[in-house]
């Protein structure tokens, strides 16, 4: 059999808009519009229950950074109080103590509401620096909170993590941007 | 770019309204999570049947995910013992000179370990394993370490149960629920267990340093009698753990104690083995006096005292 050329090859879209071939009379799904956020997030928080079995902590906190990234994204998709729900979800797989993920992730809305009344312009560098911020004292408060609960001084073994973490956010970003334009494929006839 | 001008509502009441409610729930959740972690610190198993329940819903996915890890892991393996082949062969070689003459020695030893056990009149417990299982999960991105067990309480898994792999201890089980259990891993800062040097019986206690290495306490004071390479094996004190379970390797000497890397990696192990408590009788009145005797001084753990 002869080795396929690459123009008889199916061809893969390369733009979500792709997938879709009929735009007129079409709207976005409203389940999926709305929800996509919501199950992403959620996703990324069962990413503890990945192929590693670490025994340090090494994995940077994916479900946060999905959070942060659809609030600095879309910043009136996520209603301001959508880190109780998704918070204590992420409590129930972090390791955390219950609890702890409902009050950083609840803190983070209001700190990032603060930010948006007072810095009234945008830009990728200033969307990673907060972000930077908000992910570095999220590590440490983790940590510190996890410390409390194992009678532990704060254990300072989140270097490595941390600059994993602010490494990778832009990264996330660039995942999450996609997924809001696979959010938005025109699926629902009108 | 600018904002986006959303926040703004106008002259809409119903808007208004809606941001003001917004901001109530996320301030009334962010106190009613002070409030929970305050019960959860208090009360570390408050919690225990919602993360069990939670456990339960992603098992399917964890344990798809231990299968991808043991075929990653030979991949992996089978690539890189190909590079190495000739250095690893001539390693192997000398390995396996030794391992014969160490036999040897071994089969003696045993021989005679049975004869005085005999003259002492020591039964050994025969102990029978309760579940094997596989690791379907852990927390990779917290500060604390727990792993869960794709086998729970209908499998007859209990809370304080010791899991070990066959390269040795992983820690031991802290909630159970009906398909799965929660694992506090032997690198965990809460994790406390009684151990002895496998070469002449001296005994200490490892502390998980939480960044996958373990922290060794000699009991006795004085000159610091360890050297780099030391094994200690579980010493079955406390009554929890039985006896003779690697525990931990020295790689460093400090000038009270020494900091070990884990016998047997969690990350390596395909299947491990839960097994029952080591002497029931002794754990349960251990629990009883210290709670006759009220809280310990200072964070002391429950069947790990020394």
């Keep these: ?158 270097g490595p993590q941390l600059l994993v973490t602010l490494a990778l956010y832009p990264l996330v970003t660039r995942a999450v941007a996609l997924l809001d334009r696979v959010r938005l494929l025109p699926l629902r006839t009108v | 770019m600018a904002r986006s001008p959303d926040r703004r509502p106008g002259f809409s009441r119903r808007a208004q309204y809606g941001i003001f409610t917004g901001y109530v729930i996320a301030v009334a959740g962010f106190l009613a999570g002070v409030a929970m972690l305050i019960v959860s610190i208090v009360n570390p198993q408050a919690f225990s049947s919602v993360r069990g329940a939670a456990s339960e819903i992603a098992r399917p996915a964890g344990e798809a995910g231990a299968e991808t890890r043991a075929a990653g892991q030979s991949v992996i393996s089978a690539i890189g013992a190909y590079f190495q082949a000739g250095r690893q062969n001539a390693a192997l070689t000398r390995e396996v000179a030794a391992a014969r003459a160490n036999a ?92 002895r040097r496998a070469r002449d019986g001296l005994p200490a206690f490892v502390e998980g340093k939480s960044d996958g290495r373990i922290a060794i306490r000699l009991l006795n004071m004085g000159m610091n009698p360890l050297k780099r390479g030391d094994v200690f094996v579980t010493s079955g004190s406390g009554g929890l753990y039985p006896p003779g379970i690697p525990v931990a390797v020295v790689t460093e000497v400090l000038h009270d104690g020494g900091v070990g890397h884990l016998a047997s990696d969690p990350a390596d192990a395909d299947f491990v083995v839960v097994l029952p408590v080591f002497q029931p009788t002794a754990v349960t009145a251990l629990g009883a006096s210290q709670q006759a005797a009220g809280p310990a001084p200072e964070a002391s753990e429950a069947g790990g005292g020394n």
Aim: hydrophobic content about 55%; overall charge positive.
């Design chain 2, 104 to 195: 040897f020695t071994m089969q003696a030893l045993e021989g005679e370990n049975r004869r005085l056990k005999a003259l002492l009149g020591i039964v050994d417990p025969a102990v029978k394993p309760i579940a094997a299982a596989r690791l379907i999960g852990s927390t990779a991105s917290s500060a604390r370490r727990f792993a869960v067990l794709s086998a729970g309480a209908a499998q007859g898994v209990r809370p304080g149960q010791p899991v070990r792999s066959s390269a040795g201890l992983i820690g031991r089980v802290i909630e159970a629920g009906p398909g799965t259990a929660r694992v506090l891993l032997v690198t965990d800062p809460e994790n406390v267990v009684p151990v």
């Design chain 1, 1 to 158: 059999m002869p080795f396929p050329r690459l123009p008889d090859l199916p061809s893969i879209p390369m733009r979500p808009e792709e997938l879709v071939r009929q735009r007129i009379n079409r709207a976005p799904s409203p389940l999926l519009a709305s929800g996509l956020p919501w199950v992403s997030v959620m996703l990324a928080s069962l990413a503890a229950f990945s192929p590693v079995i670490a025994s340090a902590p090494v994995l940077p906190p994916l479900a946060f950074m999905v959070f942060l990234a659809w609030r600095m994204l879309r910043p009136s998709l996520l209603p301001l109080w959508a880190g109780l729900p998704l918070g204590a979800f992420d409590d129930l797989y972090s390791g955390q103590p219950f609890g702890c993920g409902i009050v950083l992730w609840s803190a983070a809305m209001l700190v990032m509401d603060t930010v948006d009344n007072r810095l009234l312009w945008r830009s990728f560098v200033q969307d990673w620096a907060v972000a930077s911020m908000l992910m570095a004292a999220y590590l440490v408060l983790s940590a510190g909170i996890a410390g409390l609960a194992a009678a532990y001084p704060l254990p300072l073994v989140i």
